[in-house]
């Protein structure tokens, strides 16, 4: 591909890239905003986690579990 360059160690690993941001610089801006703000958002994936979880129990608590022997009659569930 052209405008990628990758710098390479003395191992011959790939430690870096090089965009051409005249080619990729809409997809660079993306990217780095969405590293940053995930680094700026710490306090926010707590949050994130903890509406998880609260989802979670709210589901556990407002759910029941059918009987063994209930079977799905989709004719039925279209008659009504």
Do not use: C
């Amino acid at each position: 591909m052209t405008g990628i360059n990758y710098i390479i160690n003395e191992q011959g690993k790939k430690v870096a890239v090089m965009l051409d941001l005249t080619e990729y610089g809409a997809i660079w801006e993306d990217f780095y905003e969405k590293l940053t703000s995930s680094a700026r958002s710490d306090t926010k994936e707590i949050k994130s986690g903890k509406r998880k979880k609260d989802f979670f129990n709210f589901i556990e608590h407002h759910s029941y579990k059918l009987p063994a022997d209930y079977k799905f009659n989709r004719e039925e569930l279209y008659e009504r």
